[in-house]
């Protein structure tokens, strides 16, 4: 008896041997694919109800409130893991805030109270089917349609007390937005403000940003921030630079405060998905627009001073691409993070299958996300992707819903970060 209990307890220790050496794999249609942990991830866009709320539930918080548990449940369903859910998309919110209005998104009325916490309903959802949940901020644009936009009705919107009701001034229109201007060192301290009244009052797993720091370049239309750069620029050389500096100081600044609250929330940003065209400069060997000089965001920075703790480059473009191939893309990153306390994950266009007329023909074929997964996954230093957006996986455009069942055939867990998990 006691040789046989001998026996089993060494078969046992040799079996956990094995699968800790050997990660369990799965064989689905041909292909050996890894459920070793992972990022699975989607966007669940609020901003003009893309993804939720529907604008017919503005009066109906019973059906705004089944249709995100239904959301929740398809994430879940599909062995997905992480949610990024906006919570502030134009200068609003979506919960009770002494900083921002309540977001028009919810009832069609901008500073209307919907009656619930939409961001405690979504969190808790969330957490209930083991999804991680990363609150998702646009901290700058204001909005979006200058045709339909009142500053001053705005401003009578805000909470009593909130800082920007008595800084107007701070709002800048460029072409059809408005926005925060990021060169003022108050206002950038108000936005930081706006998302860690969240981190505070929130159990969230992470906080995320996506590319909107300085709007994307219109022709012929100048962002009217001369004067800012004026009081506050005086030691940089150029205006480039001025305004990079104001999103590093804005990065730096969150990711300190982030951790000094709640050192276990991770902190991520989506960027543009080129940093800077030409490898003389560092650059990936793409010719499209530059984030660096176009957008004044040096994300390549983020990852070098480890400002982040994962970032999450928008690579919307096909393989064939003649300006920024997707596989080119890919690597470019993969290099950047090599050696640094910072997680990659691919951002993919699913919203851009099947609309072959906007985006090309590589856009009709159905395998061309998936393809793009397969490549990513064969980097070793991508730890998983995200989806834009939710309504666009739902939909199953080109059957990509189905398809990605054969990448998560089973629930997997989020890959653990050595310099922050505990």
């Given at each position: 008896m006691k040789k046989r209990l001998i026996t089993k307890i060494s078969l046992f220790i040799v079996f956990v041997v094995f699968i800790t050496i050997f990660p369990r794999k799965s064989i689905v249609h041909g292909m050996e694919e890894s459920t070793d942990a992972e990022v699975r991830a989607v966007w669940m866009t609020t901003v003009h109800n893309i993804d939720w709320p529907s604008n017919k539930h503005y009066k109906n918080i019973k059906a705004q409130k089944s249709t995100l548990v239904e959301n929740m449940k398809f994430i879940q369903e599909n062995n997905m893991n992480t949610v990024f859910f906006q919570v502030r998309g134009m200068g609003d919110a979506l919960f009770p805030s002494s900083y921002a209005p309540w977001s028009k998104y919810l009832t069609g009325t901008l500073g209307k109270n919907?009656?619930?916490?939409?961001?405690?309903?979504?969190?808790d959802e969330a957490h209930r089917r083991n999804?991680?949940?990363h609150a998702w901020f646009?901290?700058?644009r204001i909005d979006s349609n200058a045709k339909y936009f009142n500053k001053q009705n705005y401003i009578n919107s805000l909470p009593k007390g909130s800082p920007l009701k008595n800084?107007?001034?701070?709002?800048?229109?460029?072409g059809n937005y408005h926005w925060l201007d990021i060169g003022v060192p108050q206002a950038r301290n108000y936005a930081i403000n706006t998302i860690l009244e969240v981190v505070k009052n929130y159990d969230i797993d992470g906080v995320h940003i996506d590319d909107y720091f300085y709007p994307y370049p219109e022709k012929g239309i100048v962002f009217q921030d001369s004067h800012t750069y004026a009081q506050y620029g005086k030691e940089y050389s150029s205006i480039a630079d001025w305004r990079r500096d104001n999103v590093n100081k804005f990065i730096k600044e969150l990711n300190n405060r982030i951790k000094e609250i709640k050192p276990h929330v991770k902190f991520g940003i989506s960027p543009f998905g080129i940093w800077r065209n030409g490898t003389s400069f560092g650059g990936s060997p793409t010719t499209g627009l530059s984030s660096y000089d176009a957008i004044y965001t040096d994300s390549k920075k983020w990852i070098d001073e480890e400002w982040i703790d994962y970032i999450v480059p928008q690579i919307y473009w096909e393989f064939q691409n003649k300006h920024s191939p997707y596989a080119t893309l890919v690597d470019w990153w993969s290099k950047q993070v090599e050696d640094k306390n910072v997680h990659l994950y691919i951002g993919h266009a699913a919203y851009k299958l099947g609309d072959v007329k906007s985006y090309g023909q590589a856009w009709g074929k159905r395998d061309e996300i998936i393809n793009q997964v397969k490549y990513a996954r064969s980097n070793k230093n991508v730890k998983g992707e995200s989806f834009f957006s939710l309504?666009?996986?739902?939909?199953?455009k080109l059957g990509i819903?189905?398809?990605l069942k054969t990448f998560y055939p089973t629930k997997v867990k989020t890959p653990q970060m050595h310099w922050h998990d505990k």
């Amino acid at each position: 008896m006691k040789k046989r209990l001998i026996t089993k307890i060494s078969l046992f220790i040799v079996f956990v041997v094995f699968i800790t050496i050997f990660p369990r794999k799965s064989i689905v249609h041909g292909m050996e694919e890894s459920t070793d942990a992972e990022v699975r991830a989607v966007w669940m866009t609020t901003v003009h109800n893309i993804d939720w709320p529907s604008n017919k539930h503005y009066k109906n918080i019973k059906a705004q409130k089944s249709t995100l548990v239904e959301n929740m449940k398809f994430i879940q369903e599909n062995n997905m893991n992480t949610v990024f859910f906006q919570v502030r998309g134009m200068g609003d919110a979506l919960f009770p805030s002494s900083y921002a209005p309540w977001s028009k998104y919810l009832t069609g009325t901008l500073g209307k109270n919907p009656g619930y916490d939409p961001l405690k309903f979504a969190l808790d959802e969330a957490h209930r089917r083991n999804l991680e949940f990363h609150a998702w901020f646009n901290p700058f644009r204001i909005d979006s349609n200058a045709k339909y936009f009142n500053k001053q009705n705005y401003i009578n919107s805000l909470p009593k007390g909130s800082p920007l009701k008595n800084n107007p001034n701070w709002i800048i229109k460029y072409g059809n937005y408005h926005w925060l201007d990021i060169g003022v060192p108050q206002a950038r301290n108000y936005a930081i403000n706006t998302i860690l009244e969240v981190v505070k009052n929130y159990d969230i797993d992470g906080v995320h940003i996506d590319d909107y720091f300085y709007p994307y370049p219109e022709k012929g239309i100048v962002f009217q921030d001369s004067h800012t750069y004026a009081q506050y620029g005086k030691e940089y050389s150029s205006i480039a630079d001025w305004r990079r500096d104001n999103v590093n100081k804005f990065i730096k600044e969150l990711n300190n405060r982030i951790k000094e609250i709640k050192p276990h929330v991770k902190f991520g940003i989506s960027p543009f998905g080129i940093w800077r065209n030409g490898t003389s400069f560092g650059g990936s060997p793409t010719t499209g627009l530059s984030s660096y000089d176009a957008i004044y965001t040096d994300s390549k920075k983020w990852i070098d001073e480890e400002w982040i703790d994962y970032i999450v480059p928008q690579i919307y473009w096909e393989f064939q691409n003649k300006h920024s191939p997707y596989a080119t893309l890919v690597d470019w990153w993969s290099k950047q993070v090599e050696d640094k306390n910072v997680h990659l994950y691919i951002g993919h266009a699913a919203y851009k299958l099947g609309d072959v007329k906007s985006y090309g023909q590589a856009w009709g074929k159905r395998d061309e996300i998936i393809n793009q997964v397969k490549y990513a996954r064969s980097n070793k230093n991508v730890k998983g992707e995200s989806f834009f957006s939710l309504r666009d996986l739902k939909a199953n455009k080109l059957g990509i819903k189905n398809m990605l069942k054969t990448f998560y055939p089973t629930k997997v867990k989020t890959p653990q970060m050595h310099w922050h998990d505990k």
